[in-house]
């Protein structure tokens, strides 16, 4: 898929109950234009600018992690926690 437009990526990732990590802030804008098409998606953990570096790699693991581990731990419910939403890392 290295070819494919974002919203082909997004496509992928829902049909297939993924969460999409991306630093593409285009991300942010297609997650408004589904909004308001009423299209759904499994969740996008966007990249701030700030964590774009090799040596923030790191954070952005532990923070993904952090969503995982509270997933299991039954703290946090995709569905209404992640789901349709953008989450800053």
Not at 1 to 19: G, P, Q, R, V, W
Not at 28 to 56: C, D, E, N
Not at 59 to 78: G, M
Request: aromatic share 8%; net charge negative; with cysteine.
């Amino acid at each position: 898929m290295a070819d494919a437009s974002d919203e082909a990526h997004l496509t992928y990732a829902t049909d297939n109950a993924c969460i999409m990590v991306s630093q593409d802030d285009d991300f942010l804008t297609l997650a408004a234009r589904w909004q308001m098409q009423g299209k759904q998606h499994q969740g996008i953990f966007y990249v701030p600018p700030h964590l774009q570096v090799s040596a923030q790699i790191s954070h952005i693991v532990e923070q993904i992690q952090f969503y995982v581990d509270a997933e299991q731990q039954q703290a946090l419910d995709v569905e209404t926690d992640i789901v349709n939403r953008v989450l800053y890392l």
